[in-house]
Nanobody
Framework: QVQLVESGGGLVQAGGSLRLSCVAS????????MGWFRQAPGKEREFVAA????????YYQDSVKGRFTISRDNAKNMVYLQMNTLEPEDTAVYYC???????????????????WGQGTQVTVSS
């Protein structure tokens, strides 16, 4: 497994931007498909975005398409989530996750990911 640590969360006004970062331990980062999930109070953890091993493929939840961008830098063991035009509904704890399998049908489901970070809080005020 890979160890993941997120950063970059905070408080922002609606319409603002944040960039989340996730650093992974180990030398095998490029073997992992990386994802971002979020969980709001009282709600289930939900898929936000995923990126393939080289970054050639990305996949987004419909509600964030056009606003969020996932990217990665394998040389730095980093994955990012650029979040623009934030809305109060984006308020949640955001988690970085890793899996070795790009299975499009399962990619949005948390059990598909075996490694998780501790999460970083994003709060969007109206």
């Amino acid at each position: 497994q890979v160890q993941l640590v997120e950063s970059g969360g905070g408080l922002v006004q609606a319409g603002g931007s944040l960039r989340l970062s996730c650093v992974a331990s180990g030398r095998t980062f490029s073997r992992y498909v990386m994802g971002w999930f979020r969980q709001a109070p009282g709600k289930e953890r939900e898929f936000v975005a995923a990126i393939s091993w080289t970054g050639a493929r990305t996949y987004y939840q419909d509600s964030v398409k056009g606003r969020f961008t996932i990217s990665r830098d394998n040389a730095k063991n980093m994955v990012y989530l650029q979040m623009n035009t934030l809305e109060p509904e984006d308020t949640a704890v955001y988690y970085c996750a890793a899996t070795m399998v790009w299975d499009f049908d399962a990619l949005s489901r948390p059990p598909n990911f075996g490694s998780w970070g501790q999460g970083t809080q994003v709060t969007v005020s109206s």
